[in-house]
């Protein structure tokens, strides 16, 4: 059962276009592997709740924020910018500033193709974390495991070399799965991929531990 603490939750802003998923999919991989609990919009699938209000409400249990601001840039048909994730982090933002005291224990990272772009579109959020991650996997790991380090103060996370190899398995193992299963990996749910990369994560503790051992 995943925990549902407030200091375990970690809340994932980032776009899901299709030139992202593997990016995505790292990041989901790295909070987990550092023993924490993703959440985003994603795991929500209620025609009854406000796009808005589920948002809010999963940012609302969630200490910590990570956002990616790498696509926010015009989008080729509609020739305008997304800004959905700026929004986000704004809201994320604004409840640490405004909220509860629990709230005000929020933590924050910003993610960027290059370390310096925000400050183009969004110089106001100039003084905050923000990593660099190149649109490449390992580096988004390694910032998404670092930072989580230093917020969290454990020092019980794995490496991210270790956490590195351990998504490449993981990415190698799935796959192969869905193959075979006749599955659409692409467009697995949020909730089943989560679920995926736990069960997957917790039969190979070890290292050296064989793949999905009973």
Excluded at 46 to 57: G, K
Excluded at 68 to 75: A, C, F, H, I
Excluded at 104 to 127: M, N, P, T, W
């Amino acid at each position: 059962m995943p925990s549902t603490n407030y200091s375990d939750q970690v809340f994932i802003n980032c776009p899901f276009d299709g030139q992202y998923p593997d990016m995505y999919r790292a990041c989901i991989f790295a909070i987990l592997d550092s023993g924490f609990v993703p959440r985003c919009s994603r795991e929500v699938d209620n025609a009854t709740e406000f796009r808005l209000a589920a948002i809010v409400r999963i940012i609302r249990d969630c200490r910590y924020g990570i956002h990616d601001l790498s696509r926010v840039e015009l989008d080729p048909r509609s020739r305008l910018p997304r800004f959905n994730m700026p929004f986000e982090l704004g809201v994320f933002y604004g409840a640490q500033q405004f909220g509860s005291a629990r709230q005000k224990r929020k933590h924050c990272l910003v993610l960027e193709k290059e370390k310096y772009r925000y400050q183009k579109f969004i110089s106001d959020i100039a003084g905050s974390d923000v990593a660099q991650h190149q649109n490449n996997q390992n580096l988004l790991i390694l910032a998404v495991r670092n930072w989580l380090v230093t917020a969290s103060r454990r020092t019980t996370i794995p490496s991210g070399t270790d956490i590195n190899k351990r998504f490449k398995l993981f990415q190698s193992d799935i796959r192969h799965i869905c193959i075979k299963g006749s599955i659409d990996y692409d467009s697995m749910p949020f909730v089943e991929l989560v679920k995926n990369m736990t069960d997957w994560l917790r039969h190979n503790q070890m290292v050296h531990a064989p793949l999905f051992a009973p």
